[in-house]
């Protein structure tokens, strides 16, 4: 069989993303509402960090708004898993009711026919605010603006994105082999509201915990030093875009080895 190229994926996620938007759409009043509840999630996650500082100038050598920058930070790279990977919490219950199966007998890469399915539009509300955040915080702290500061962020946000894709996909695919899924799938999600602080706040062993084992660290934290601390980058940031590929490509390969295991329902 022909090998299908990215320009042949390309045009069937347009497809698959355009029928997937009309649906939506077809029920505007739980659009609306469910954008207004992300937009307002994200609003006292700011006014959190308003209340905090106001009673502490800096927080362990970081400014207000160095931590606004993170916050906006996180957002706009945790935008991608929940807009293009939001049905792996879904997965548990094709697999465990055997609808799965559809999804083995089509001729194209299983992995992008099932997380293609879904688009969760609302997830565009949280890009805005993150890119809002990102630039007020950056006015404020009076960073420097070039081509190449942009390109830095970019990348960074992207190598970001794609820890956090791959923690959710090693951690939904997990449902594959275990029964109560969801709690590990949940676990592993909490975790991402660590990403908007600073690792150096926390003790030595969450350091470790954060950055080796559940690497939230990376989805903020390290790629984020490269624009508010340039003279002081640590290794681990430069690093941030091969382990962001690594991990990604490492939970792909776990996500499709568990789904080529299944074999109908109550596996």
């Not at 970081?62 to 997965?91: A, K």
């Not at 609808?99 to 293609?116: E, H, V, W």
Request: hydrophobic share 50%.
């Amino acid at each position: 069989m022909k090998r299908k190229g990215l320009r042949f994926y390309l045009r069937i996620y347009r497809k698959i993303l355009a029928q997937d938007l009309k649906s939506k759409m077809s029920y505007r009043a739980d659009f609306i509402i469910s954008t207004i509840g992300m937009i307002f999630t994200n609003i006292a996650g700011f006014v959190s960090f308003w209340i905090l500082f106001r009673n502490f100038p800096s927080i362990n050598g970081w400014s207000y708004y160095e931590m606004l920058f993170l916050y906006g930070f996180s957002l706009v790279s945790l935008t991608p898993v929940q807009c293009l990977f939001d049905n792996n919490w879904s997965l548990r219950m094709y697999v465990y009711s055997g609808d799965f199966i559809k999804y083995c007998f089509r001729p194209i890469n299983l992995f992008f026919y099932y997380q293609s399915e879904v688009f969760d539009i609302k997830g565009l509300g949280q890009l805005a605010f993150g890119i809002g955040t990102i630039a007020y915080s950056w006015s404020h702290l009076g960073l420097s603006f070039s081509p190449l500061m942009l390109l830095k962020l970019i990348v960074f946000l992207i190598t970001a994105s794609l820890i956090m894709i791959s923690l959710q996909n090693a951690a939904a695919a997990t449902c594959f082999w275990i029964q109560n899924s969801f709690y590990v799938l949940d676990l592993v999600t909490r975790f991402k509201d660590y990403a908007k602080y600073p690792i150096t706040i926390f003790s030595p062993v969450f350091r470790f915990i954060f950055t080796f084992v559940i690497p939230v660290a990376f989805i903020a934290y390290y790629p984020s030093i490269v624009i508010l601390r340039p003279d002081s980058v640590p290794l681990l940031t430069w690093l941030s875009p091969i382990i962001g590929i690594l991990f990604f490509f490492g939970s792909y390969k776990f996500w499709m080895f568990g789904a080529m295991k299944y074999s109908g329902t109550g596996s």
